[in-house]
């Protein structure tokens, strides 16, 4: 599946993005030289916060002409927020980047290459350092991190069920009748009399513990990283005609199509939350932990806070078998980028060289949050989050196998979401088929003359 489907996320953004208004080194140490610089670093996820902090306070101390205040900006808002930044003139320095948003930076000149930056590329883990690699051949990242899917589930009501925890990890799909994955979504689902979604007299209109949870938003439509693309990615179904740059998306194609109804169909049935209940302002993770999901698929980079629950026992399970055979979760990472506007641009990549080594990456390591990109300080985060009691072996073995796709990296990202965001929305709200789907893929399709 790695090599066969190589093929990446999104935020939800409107509109048209990034209208567009170098001392080098690959540690912490200051070469004495640099002139004074005051950086401004956005970063998006306030779990990493407290590592960041103290990579930052490492490099000043080794690079005391330079200052560093970071700024933290939701990811629901970043690129959005990011664009306005841009336009007005007060954009960042540095930020993390997402590998299906910067080929938009880069080609309207919003990113410094990074090809002068001395860094140790051969000590990311397989594949991240070329994602950051644009049409034109430069690089305009440095990986920070890496991310995949797996199933996480509620150990008391699997129990309850009569399951146990290896019983997940055979189970398969198809858009027809859903496979064991459906049957057991079924039955973990139970309604407010105790009786289950597989038993007679099942009221869907009354569920107090629905067997599968739904993320809303979250690039739902375009990438569905964490909702529908473990299942389309298995279905013999791939994002685009290419990856990375791909010009022909594959909106409209059958496989995506069955994969989505199938998908949403469950809500129908009583199995899945309604869509209007996932955009109610109550989170995934809020839900699962007060008691209303028995599965859930997410993301690597939220595993913690799942464990994190009071009252709530969890494990780590693989995502389904699909029709094709194969397992497949998109693997994303992110990576540090300079903004071309900055006045400090030899500052600002000192900067994000010092974050792509070793030295920053095994704090973050030391955090159990993320996986970081370096490899050795990728295995010192499995080691935290197994002294912390997570295991993340399924996440890890899942990568290690090739069991996954690479998140899409293509031009035009910001306009293919706020196309087919609302388009698979009002499927889910059953406002929506086939026939909206396909319109929008169309309209995706002439974003690429």
Known sequence: MKNA?????????????FAATACSGASAGGDGGSEAASLRYWLWDSNQLPSYEQCIADFTEANPEISVQIEQVGWNDY????????????????????????PELATSGSLLDLDDVEVDLESFRDGLAERWIGEDGKRYGLPKDWDTVAT???????????YTPEDLNTLDWNPDDGGTWEKTIAHLTVDANGVRGDEAGFDKNNVAVYGLGLK??????????????????????????????????????????????????????????GYESAISGTSIQEAYGAGRYALVTDGSWNAKAYFGMTGVETGIAPLPVGPSGDRAGVMNGLADSVIASTEHPEASKKLVAYLATADCQDIVAEAAVVFPAVETSSEKAREAFDAAGIDVSVYYDA???????????????????????????????????????????????????
């Open 152 to 162: 996480l589930f509620n150990t008391d009501y699997l129990t309850e069920a009569g």
């Open 399 to 449: 990568f290690e196998a090739g069991e996954y796709v690479e998140a899409p990296i293509a031009n035009n990202w910001s306009s293919i979401l706020a196309i087919m965001e609302p388009a698979v929305e009002a499927v889910l709200l059953g406002q929506g088929d086939e026939n909206t789907l396909k319109q929008a893929a169309e309209q995706v399709n002439q974003l690429f003359p």
């Open 5 to 17: 489907k190589k093929i990446a996320i999104a935020a939800v953004v409107t509109g048209t993005l």
């Open 79 to 102: 690129f959005e927020t990011l664009t306005t930044s841009l336009v007005g003139g007060d954009a960042p320095d540095v930020i993390t980047n997402h590998a299906s948003f910067y």
């Open 216 to 273: 809303a938003k979250s690039g739902i439509g375009a990438f569905g990283q964490t909702q529908w693309s473990p299942y389309a990615l298995t279905n013999d179904w791939t994002y685009a005609n290419q990856n990375p740059f791909g010009t022909e998306f594959n909106y409209a194609d059958e496989k995506y199509i069955e994969t989505i109804e199938w998908w949403s169909g469950l809500i129908d049935k009583g199995y899945m939350p």
